[in-house]
């Protein structure tokens, strides 16, 4: 098996055999022993190095695809599961770094399942590997060790978390201490042995990363016990020197000494911030530091060193009492002479990232990647001087902003970098409050944003593209993009053109600008309005979409043509702002989106630009297809033919898409005409069940399929495709992960299929969710959907209150009432969030309230019925959606969610399935959704006042029952009478 895996990874490299390769790969992991023969051939030094790389690459995936067992059962069984933790260490260990990071990795997904409790003997694996002699062995077992431990640095802090460092810290910490005593003798005794100092500053850097580690959550007693030991060992690495490492080092990349000083610094914030009353060495680091800062080198090998040196230092200057040491006018001269202003000026090495990658550039900029760089460490450490000693250091950094800007006025064409220089001290000193969403929320009051905008950026906007530095026109642009909240609208639609003129510069930077900022503009708010509607931006929409995806459309490859997610972005947000005023350009817009969707098809390489280019399409339908029937069908001819390529060529990553806007589409159509021809023969193939072995594909899937059941019932039946549809349901609500699905599906069926076709299939349908609820598979949210489904049918037009319960009653004499009070009432708690769910349900309970015999049999389970419902709708104001406002609502919190998946992308979250936010049709565009909520009986109602009405017209024996809750529960009467009942 060996054999046949390694050369299936071979196989992987070759874009022809690759896509066969990775299949067989998928099914052989389903083989016994699959994970072991993985780790065999990653430790294997006779087979060649990408095979192993790709092996452990895999290795991982795999591990994260099917360790956890809490979703489908267990993947893996137990054996093999015991011989991967008996073995991963000891491989590891022998493994070269560039493998180890990758089944670091692994090990780190398994200990976040296993660790401590099902694996409580890796440490003392771990342990018994040190070597005091080989470094490199050692250097396996510290990977491991901070593979697992580092995870702890983003937990909240809990019991079982303090449980599981303590039980670390009881076995770790003596070895711990023996290995950082053995390497600094080390090191001191081959300071001139290049070789062996290599491995030595690995186990040094790994040394520091698990020193962070153990220390991120509380200061273990140890490590206070052993401060000064710890302390002085570090502070002698951040201060040393040695040639034999440092002579002949590649100036691009930080080699490994600077790699241990940055790590050191790291050490040193983390005890300013967290344990600075103890921290007594802290001082001296302050000093090093600041000289460290004076000494190092402008080359990009020393960023991270400076970055992490400079972010030490702002966390002294936050804690108040050590605030003092920076306080004389004569430090915080030197401080921005010596320090800010060498950090924060444009240097050679910046200059050709513009030129040589920018999108790289853009991204260290506008994503947070550039944390670690000088400008933004720079940029922090002056806003935390600012927070102490606002006036003073705000008076010296204008003096050096004037002498920067008189400089420029002398030379524009020679000293633009003392622009750029000046561009980023203001906004350094000038930004007290800023979020990455909505920009900068207050200011200095001793910097006035809108005079130095006036005077200092709006002549480099309205300057010709050869008339000023690529570099200025991007500070002027960015200066937009910061200061936004601080322009009026009248400022901001003055600009606005200009900005739009820039998407036509010949330069990647300044036009890539241009977009963000014109997509940050789009979506400002004030006054709880967006800044600009529908109208201000139509009529600049067709021009902006043209230049964007024309911009896009410049790739020379499929990777290059989607590497700008900002420029798609922004298109995006230029559909979603203008809506159906890019109706007259749709033609043309849907022209570019479908060259390019010819274009990136070929190979999906970024899932950021994919969203948006997704969430575009379905902006465009969503608010195009809603103006008529004949623009929908425009829609559909140029749309269609593209997404069925997408299913018919199998490209993975896009399918979810496509039938997320198939689905938005046919949802548009009216209910009461017949199901559209192209529809009908897509109906077939969504049913083969290996689309639904793709669990990516599922929430999409059932999302058309309910869409095919409201819009053609009658063709489900004619076509005896009812069964297929009920295997798939069978499916669904057999996996944990998928069960809810199952349910909207099934609840589509009893609302829109004539009971006559489902009543052979009735009983069954109850039995597997019952199957599951009876069984070690019940979850808590199978049970909550359980209650819902329940309550549904009960306010379903075709069911009514009596179906369930008869069903049930069929199925087990007595068992309504047990499900009732063991099951449903319990779990209906967990129904209050979504408001859609909330309504849902209590229109379910008040139909079964006045008409459910079988309920209304049970005084006791009615009475306890009717409080858990109360208790339901008993929500803050406002939670439960009543018909005034419900549309706006409806539109707000889609905007919410929208904003919401914009920013989990921009987080790098990603996921198999990504809902696309704007293929959801508002009001009475989604026909289909209208229908469905119709047949549901849960629309335009206030559920409130539907209870009331239920109880006052429905129920029979009204006064005998109302008697019962003065009775019984009195203390629900006044919440009754407030919801309409007469009592």
Request: contains cysteine; proline residues 4%.
């Given at each position: 098996?060996?054999?046949?895996?390694?050369?299936?990874?071979?196989?992987?490299?070759?874009?022809?055999?690759?896509?066969?390769?990775?299949?067989?790969?998928?099914?052989?992991?389903?083989?016994?022993?699959?994970?072991?023969?993985?780790?065999?051939?990653?430790?294997?030094?006779?087979?060649?190095?990408?095979?192993?790389?790709?092996?452990?690459?895999?290795?991982?995936?795999?591990?994260?695809?099917?360790?956890?067992?809490d979703e489908e059962g267990q993947k893996i069984a137990l054996s093999d599961?015991?011989?991967?933790?008996?073995?991963?260490?000891?491989?590891?260990?022998?493994?070269?770094?560039?493998?180890?990071?990758?089944?670091?990795?692994?090990?780190?997904?398994?200990?976040?399942?296993?660790?401590?409790?099902?694996?409580?003997?890796?440490?003392?694996?771990?342990?018994?590997?040190?070597?005091?002699?080989?470094?490199?062995?050692?250097?396996?077992?510290?990977?491991?060790?901070?593979?697992?431990?580092?995870?702890?640095?983003?937990?909240?802090?809990?019991?079982?978390?303090?449980?599981?460092?303590?039980?670390?810290?009881?076995?770790?910490?003596?070895?711990?201490?023996?290995?950082f005593k053995q390497t600094d003798l080390m090191i001191d005794q081959n300071?001139?042995?290049?070789?062996?100092?290599?491995?030595?500053?690995?186990?040094?850097?790994?040394?520091?990363?698990?020193?962070?580690?153990?220390?991120?959550?509380?200061?273990?007693?140890?490590?206070?016990?052993?401060?000064?030991?710890?302390?002085?060992?570090?502070?002698?690495?951040?201060?040393?020197?040695?040639?034999?490492?440092?002579?002949?080092?590649?100036?691009?990349?930080?080699?490994?000494?600077?790699?241990?000083?940055?790590?050191?610094?790291?050490?040193?914030?983390?005890?300013?911030?967290?344990?600075?009353?103890?921290?007594?060495?802290?001082?001296?680091?302050?000093?090093?530091?600041?000289?460290?800062?004076?000494?190092?080198?402008?080359?990009?090998?020393?960023?991270?060193?400076?970055?992490?040196?400079?972010?030490?230092?702002?966390?002294?200057?936050?804690?108040?009492?050590?605030?003092?040491?920076?306080?004389?006018?004569?430090?915080?001269?030197?401080?921005?002479?010596?320090?800010?202003?060498?950090?924060?000026?444009?240097?050679?090495?910046?200059?050709?990232?513009?030129?040589?990658?920018?999108?790289?550039?853009?991204?260290?900029?506008?994503?947070?990647?550039?944390?670690?760089?000088?400008?933004?460490?720079?940029?922090?450490?002056?806003?935390?001087?600012?927070?102490?000693?606002?006036?003073?250091?705000?008076?010296?950094?204008?003096?050096?902003?004037?002498?920067?800007?008189?400089?420029?006025?002398?030379?524009?064409?020679?000293?633009?970098?003392?622009?750029?220089?000046?561009?980023?001290?203001?906004?350094?000193?000038?930004?007290?409050?800023?979020?990455?969403?909505?920009?900068?929320?207050?200011?200095?009051?001793?910097?006035?944003?809108?005079?130095?905008?006036?005077?200092?950026?709006?002549?480099?906007?309205?300057?010709?593209?050869?008339?000023?530095?690529?570099?200025?026109?991007?500070?002027?642009?960015?200066?937009?993009?910061?200061?936004?909240?601080?322009?009026?609208?009248?400022?901001?639609?003055?600009?606005?053109?200009?900005?739009?003129?820039?998407?036509?510069?010949?330069?990647?930077?300044?036009?890539?600008?241009?977009?963000?900022?014109?997509?940050?503009?789009?979506?400002?708010?004030?006054?709880?309005?967006?800044?600009?509607?529908?109208?201000?931006?139509?009529?600049?929409?067709?021009?902006?979409?043209?230049?964007?995806?024309?911009?896009?459309?410049?790739?020379?490859?499929?990777?290059?043509?989607?590497?700008?997610?900002?420029?798609?972005?922004?298109?995006?947000?230029?559909?979603?702002?203008?809506?159906?005023?890019?109706?007259?350009?749709?033609?043309?817009?849907?022209?570019?989106?479908?060259?390019?969707?010819?274009?990136?098809?070929?190979?999906?390489?970024?899932?950021?630009?994919?969203?948006?280019?997704?969430?575009?399409?379905?902006?465009?339908?969503?608010?195009?297809?809603?103006?008529?029937?004949?623009?929908?069908?425009?829609?559909?001819?140029?749309?269609?033919?593209?997404?069925?390529?997408?299913?018919?060529?199998?490209?993975?990553?896009?399918?979810?898409?496509?039938?997320?806007?198939?689905?938005?589409?046919?949802?548009?159509?009216?209910?009461?005409?017949?199901?559209?021809?192209?529809?009908?023969?897509?109906?077939?193939?969504?049913?083969?069940?290996?689309?639904?072995?793709?669990?990516?594909?599922?929430?999409?899937?059932?999302?058309?399929?309910?869409?095919?059941?409201?819009?053609?019932?009658?063709?489900?039946?004619?076509?005896?495709?009812?069964?297929?549809?009920?295997?798939?349901?069978?499916?669904?609500?057999?996996?944990?992960?998928?069960?809810?699905?199952?349910?909207?599906?099934?609840?589509?069926?009893?609302?829109?299929?004539?009971?006559?076709?489902?009543?052979?299939?009735?009983?069954?349908?109850?039995?597997?969710?019952?199957?599951?609820?009876?069984?070690?598979?019940?979850?808590?949210?199978?049970?909550?959907?359980?209650?819902?489904?329940?309550?549904?049918?009960?306010?379903?037009?075709?069911?009514?209150?009596?179906?369930?319960?008869?069903?049930?009653?069929?199925?087990?004499?007595?068992?309504?009432?047990?499900?009732?009070?063991?099951?449903?009432?319990?779990?209906?708690?967990?129904?209050?969030?979504?408001?859609?769910?909330?309504?849902?349900?209590?229109?379910?309970?008040?139909?079964?309230?006045?008409?459910?015999?079988?309920?209304?049999?049970?005084?006791?389970?009615?009475?306890?019925?009717?409080?858990?419902?109360?208790?339901?709708?008993?929500?803050?104001?406002?939670?439960?959606?009543?018909?005034?406002?419900?549309?706006?609502?409806?539109?707000?919190?889609?905007?919410?969610?929208?904003?919401?998946?914009?920013?989990?992308?921009?987080?790098?979250?990603?996921?198999s399935f990504a809902k696309l936010v704007c293929s959801a049709p508002l009001?009475?565009?989604?026909?289909?959704?209208?229908?469905?909520?119709?047949?549901?009986?849960?629309?335009?109602?206030?559920?409130?006042?539907?209870?009331?009405?239920?109880?006052?017209?429905?129920?029979?024996?009204?006064?005998?029952?109302?008697?019962?809750?003065?009775?019984?529960?009195?203390?629900?009467?006044?919440?009754?009478?407030?919801?309409?009942?007469?009592?």
């Amino acid at each position: 098996m060996s054999a046949e895996v390694a050369a299936l990874l071979r196989q992987s490299f070759d874009p022809s055999t690759s896509k066969q390769a990775e299949e067989r790969l998928r099914q052989a992991e389903t083989q016994s022993g699959f994970a072991s023969v993985l780790l065999e051939i990653v430790a294997s030094t006779s087979i060649d190095l990408p095979t192993r790389q790709a092996a452990s690459l895999f290795f991982k995936n795999y591990v994260k695809r099917n360790w956890e067992d809490d979703e489908e059962g267990q993947k893996i069984a137990l054996s093999d599961r015991q011989l991967v933790k008996d073995n991963i260490v000891s491989f590891m260990t022998r493994m070269p770094p560039t493998l180890q990071v990758q089944v670091g990795e692994a090990v780190t997904l398994i200990a976040d399942t296993d660790f401590p409790a099902k694996w409580d003997y890796l440490i003392d694996s771990l342990i018994s590997q040190i070597s005091l002699t080989d470094m490199s062995v050692t250097n396996g077992v510290l990977q491991t060790a901070h593979s697992i431990f580092k995870r702890w640095r983003s937990q909240f802090r809990s019991d079982a978390l303090f449980t599981e460092i303590n039980f670390v810290l009881s076995r770790f910490c003596e070895p711990f201490l023996a290995i950082f005593k053995q390497t600094d003798l080390m090191i001191d005794q081959n300071r001139n042995n290049k070789q062996a100092l290599d491995i030595l500053l690995q186990t040094l850097l790994l040394l520091t990363k698990v020193f962070y580690d153990l220390n991120c959550q509380d200061i273990p007693e140890f490590f206070e016990d052993h401060m000064a030991e710890f302390m002085s060992v570090l502070h002698k690495y951040l201060t040393i020197d040695l040639p034999v490492i440092t002579a002949g080092e590649d100036d691009d990349v930080a080699g490994p000494l600077q790699k241990v000083k940055a790590s050191i610094c790291e050490i040193v914030e983390l005890y300013t911030q967290r344990y600075e009353e103890i921290f007594t060495m802290l001082p001296e680091f302050v000093n090093t530091t600041w000289v460290l800062l004076t000494q190092v080198s402008l080359e990009p090998k020393d960023d991270i060193l400076v970055s992490k040196a400079l972010s030490s230092l702002t966390s002294v200057v936050r804690v108040p009492r050590h605030a003092q040491l920076f306080e004389s006018e004569e430090v915080l001269k030197k401080f921005v002479e010596l320090i800010v202003l060498p950090n924060m000026s444009l240097r050679t090495s910046d200059e050709e990232l513009f030129e040589d990658d920018p999108i790289e550039y853009i991204r260290r900029d506008l994503e947070g990647s550039d944390s670690d760089t000088r400008r933004r460490a720079a940029t922090e450490f002056v806003r935390s001087l600012v927070e102490k000693f606002e006036q003073k250091i705000t008076s010296i950094v204008l003096e050096y902003v004037k002498v920067y800007l008189t400089q420029y006025a002398a030379d524009p064409v020679s000293n633009w970098k003392s622009k750029d220089t000046a561009m980023y001290l203001i906004s350094s000193i000038a930004v007290k409050g800023s979020t990455t969403k909505f920009g900068v929320s207050s200011t200095n009051i001793m910097v006035d944003v809108v005079e130095f905008f006036n005077v200092n950026v709006l002549g480099d906007l309205h300057a010709g593209f050869s008339e000023r530095h690529p570099i200025t026109k991007v500070d002027a642009i960015k200066f937009i993009h910061t200061f936004r909240n601080q322009l009026t609208k009248q400022q901001i639609t003055s600009v606005f053109p200009m900005l739009a003129q820039h998407l036509t510069s010949p330069n990647y930077v300044v036009y890539t600008y241009a977009a963000v900022t014109v997509e940050a503009l789009l979506t400002m708010k004030r006054d709880g309005q967006t800044l600009f509607s529908t109208l201000d931006v139509a009529p600049f929409s067709a021009e902006l979409l043209q230049n964007l995806l024309s911009l896009i459309e410049r790739g020379s490859s499929p990777e290059k043509l989607a590497e700008n997610d900002f420029l798609m972005r922004c298109a995006m947000r230029v559909v979603i702002s203008a809506q159906e005023g890019i109706a007259t350009a749709t033609e043309v817009t849907v022209h570019h989106l479908n060259k390019i969707l010819a274009e990136i098809s070929k190979n999906p390489s970024n899932p950021k630009f994919n969203h948006y280019f997704f969430e575009c399409y379905g902006a465009v339908i969503k608010y195009v297809g809603a103006i008529s029937k004949e623009a929908l069908a425009q829609l559909e001819a140029m749309l269609t033919s593209p997404l069925l390529m997408i299913l018919q060529n199998d490209t993975t990553e896009f399918i979810p898409y496509a039938f997320q806007l198939l689905a938005e589409m046919l949802e548009m159509h009216d209910t009461k005409e017949d199901l559209p021809l192209a529809y009908k023969q897509l109906l077939q193939p969504i049913l083969t069940p290996t689309l639904w072995d793709s669990r990516g594909n599922i929430p999409a899937l059932v999302r058309l399929l309910q869409a095919f059941v409201v819009q053609g019932p009658s063709h489900l039946v004619s076509e005896k495709l009812l069964e297929p549809v009920l295997g798939i349901y069978q499916k669904l609500i057999a996996s944990r992960a998928n069960d809810g699905f199952g349910f909207d599906l099934v609840e589509s069926l009893f609302a829109c299929v004539p009971l006559q076709a489902l009543e052979p299939y009735a009983q069954q349908i109850f039995v597997l969710p019952l199957t599951r609820l009876s069984g070690a598979s019940k979850t808590e949210k199978l049970a909550s959907r359980f209650a819902l489904f329940l309550a549904t049918c009960a306010s379903t037009q075709q069911l009514g209150p009596d179906f369930a319960p008869s069903i049930l009653e069929r199925i087990q004499p007595g068992l309504f009432a047990q499900l009732m009070r063991s099951i449903v009432l319990p779990h209906t708690s967990q129904l209050a969030s979504p408001s859609a769910t909330t309504k849902r349900a209590s229109c379910g309970f008040g139909r079964m309230l006045a008409s459910c015999s079988m309920l209304k049999q049970d005084q006791a389970l009615w009475l306890q019925t009717l409080t858990t419902c109360l208790k339901l709708l008993e929500l803050p104001a406002g939670a439960v959606l009543s018909d005034a406002g419900s549309l706006l609502q409806q539109q707000q919190e889609e905007e919410t969610m929208a904003d919401a998946a914009l920013m989990a992308l921009d987080e790098g979250f990603q996921a198999s399935f990504a809902k696309l936010v704007c293929s959801a049709p508002l009001g009475t565009a989604n026909q289909a959704y209208l229908a469905l909520a119709q047949l549901q009986g849960s629309t335009n109602v206030d559920p409130r006042r539907f209870l009331a009405t239920c109880l006052n017209e429905q129920l029979e024996g009204r006064d005998t029952w109302l008697a019962l809750v003065k009775q019984q529960a009195a203390e629900t009467v006044p919440v009754l009478q407030s919801y309409g009942l007469n009592i």
